[in-house]
């Protein structure tokens, strides 16, 4: 079945510092998302990508989607302590089922 | 407009009691997806529900556990006979359009379950 893999599983930096996540599939996707889960939380949206080689922009966070969409990343332009939690990478299968295959997620700590 | 709705938050069950997670979507939603999630871990898909239909359930286990989202009410995760190892956060979400890969899902606050 479809494998949605996350590295690094842990990333701890300095505040100030950047950080990447990395997201492959088995499958190629029809879409990726991204969510973030705070401690004690739950994963909260963040944003999909649809397109090819598509990139999107929030603020100090850079998403991009592979061009044959089996992989995407999520960097982090000088982190914050606000940027902890985990990052987790959601993809559906192209002609699948409906069902979103999480990754396991990349923990980010930073220190201040 | 309220978020995703669980209840209850924290559950403790003794093996072999029965468990019943509620889950209420997002006003306007009817698209539910059950999750369980284990400390460290990611989260593994377990049922897609629509108003009074399972869409997809491959990722529920075949014994112990059931789902329904019933025309009028929450949709709710039943385990049977628990286990210990069934202790995990359960965590629902909704979605607004047909085909939930595509829309972005709005998270519950989970149900944390302990079997004890």
């Known amino acids: ?112 | 407009n309220a978020g995703v709705m669980q209840n209850p938050r924290h559950l403790v069950r003794r093996r072999g009691q029965e468990a019943r997670l509620r889950c209420s979507p997002m006003k306007g939603h009817s698209h539910v997806y059950w999750y369980r999630q284990l400390p460290e871990e990611g989260l593994k898909f377990m049922v897609y529900l629509q108003k009074e239909n399972i869409i997809d359930e491959s990722g529920m286990p075949k014994e112990r556990f059931s789902a329904e989202f019933p025309k009028e009410g929450p949709s709710i995760l039943r385990i049977q006979q628990v286990v210990r190892g069934d202790s995990a956060a359960y965590f629902c979400a909704s979605s607004p359009f047909t085909g939930g890969g595509l829309s972005e899902q709005y998270f519950g606050p989970g149900t944390r379950l302990t079997v004890t």
Not at chain 1, 9 to 22: I, P, R, W
Not at chain 1, 60 to 77: D, M, V
């Open chain 1, 1 to 112: 079945g479809q494998q949605v893999m996350q590295i690094p599983q842990y990333q701890h930096v300095q505040e100030g510092e950047d950080f990447t996540t990395y997201c492959n599939s088995s499958t190629t996707l029809s879409n990726i998302q991204w969510y973030k889960q705070r401690p004690g939380g739950h994963p909260v949206f963040l944003i999909q990508l649809v397109k090819s080689g598509e990139v999107k922009k929030q603020k100090r966070l850079t998403f991009q989607f592979g061009e044959a969409k089996k992989n995407s990343s999520l960097h982090i332009t000088a982190t914050q302590t606000t940027d902890v939690g985990t990052y987790f990478c959601a993809g559906k299968a192209q002609g699948g089922s409906e069902k979103l295959v999480f990754g396991k997620g990349t923990k980010l700590t930073v220190n201040p």
